[in-house]
């Protein structure tokens, strides 16, 4: 029985743990710590996004990427809603996060709905990301802002019109579309 109690004591502080690194990580960004968001990230993890433009293996790299992001943006702030973690037994754990961000870019006030698709890692009893995939819904100027939803090229972040990461390519929706014709 202790056994089992010690188990989801466990699981519950690697949480809390879990999800306090995942609020750091948005406090560190904002306040360009680089040395508090260095601090977030294993030896070997890596930082992509699902348009391929973020690729970075290492904390150098890694902090190399944010230093290049950090040129064209702005003051901003990054806000986390929804955390999904899966934590088993052991020192690693995925999770799904939602969020988004507002943020002065291009000389403009701009809006992202954000997904993270992370793994973490537990070292030397703290959690750190070991992957972080980051994906937009959409990436907007606010004077586009209404009626976004409605376009498939919805990331302008890089001043041309790309298409979104999801929902569109995900299985469920590939299978509403060939469901409806």
């Known amino acids: ?14 949480e809390s743990q879990i999800r306090q690194l995942i609020a750091r990580y948005c406090f560190t960004i904002d306040d360009r710590d ?3 968001i260095a601090a977030l990230f294993t030896d070997d993890a890596t930082v992509t996004s699902a348009d391929g433009v ?7 790299a890694i902090m190399a990427q944010y230093a290049g992001r950090f040129t064209v943006l702005g003051a901003g702030a990054h806000f986390m809603h929804d955390v999904v973690l899966d934590i088993g037994d052991g020192d690693e754990a995925t999770g799904r996060v939602s969020g988004h961000a507002e943020l002065w870019r291009r000389d403009q006030m701009m809006v992202c709905s954000i997904r993270y698709k992370d793994r973490y890692r537990r070292v030397a009893d703290r959690w750190l990301f070991a992957a972080r995939e980051i994906s937009f819904l959409y990436y907007v100027p606010l004077s586009e802002y209404a009626g976004i939803l409605g376009k498939r090229d919805r990331n302008l972040a890089y001043g041309d019109p790309r298409p979104a990461d999801f929902p569109e390519g995900l299985p469920g929706w590939a ?3 060939a469901a409806s014709g």
């Open 1 to 14: 029985m202790m056994d089992d109690l010690e188990r989801r004591i466990r699981r519950l502080e690697a």
């Open 34 to 36: 680089h040395d508090g």
């Open 54 to 60: 973020m690729n970075a293996t290492g904390i150098d």
């Open 175 to 177: 299978a509403q579309a």
